[in-house]
């Protein structure tokens, strides 16, 4: 379906870009016409957004399959795994990087999800954050464990919170950083599926995203 939908953007997309250059290039010299090609171009964009608003409900529902196997892990083995996996590499790029002191606990979780999510929200501080610093702090609040990754040099609104997590979306700090908009969205299909939770806070130009864990 996907395949399909993409092959019929084509089609419109070929006609929008033909009527713009017509207009550009002043071929048009009635007024009528070029009422109509405006017009044209205008019909072929709504048929384009109602292609990708199939595409990206498509996504969000089947595109990728999330399993999770529920169990138990030590806080610390998934935390060792994290700065293992980044600690050499921040430190070589100038970043500090700091895990702050915790108490060790059990978590309920799916011990390779979780440690997925976490990738996830250090992957985007390197991509999304000034290099500067880039830190994990912990906190316990009604039977949880709260886990937070949070990077300096945010440029994010904060008005665009509540859409972070959706599927391909991008904020308005990600027009020279490549990605797809999925990895927010896969941590939260993921703790949901844990019984868990994620959100993210800026404050002081800092971007903060926490995994709520319930500690069994």
Known sequence: ???????????????????????????????????????????????????????????????????????????????????????????????????????????SCDPDRLAECLQNLMENAIKYGDGRRIEISFDKMDGCELITVSNTGCTLETKELPQIFESFHRGNNADRVQGNGLGLFICKRLMGLMNGEVYADIRDECFYITLVVKIP
């Open 1 to 107: 379906m996907l395949l399909s939908l993409s092959h019929d953007i084509k089609t419109p997309l070929s006609a929008i870009k033909l009527n713009a250059m017509a207009l550009a290039r002043g071929l048009y010299k009635d007024e009528g016409k070029r009422r109509a090609a405006v017009l044209s171009i205008h019909t072929r964009a709504d048929e384009i957004e109602r292609f990708v608003s199939e595409i990206t409900k498509a996504a969000g529902e089947d595109f990728m399959s999330f399993e999770v196997t529920q169990g138990e892990a030590f806080l610390s083995v998934i935390i060792t795994k994290i700065e293992a996996r980044y600690a050499s590499q921040l430190a070589m790029s100038g970043t500090e990087f700091v895990i702050q002191k915790y108490d060790d606990c059990i978590l």
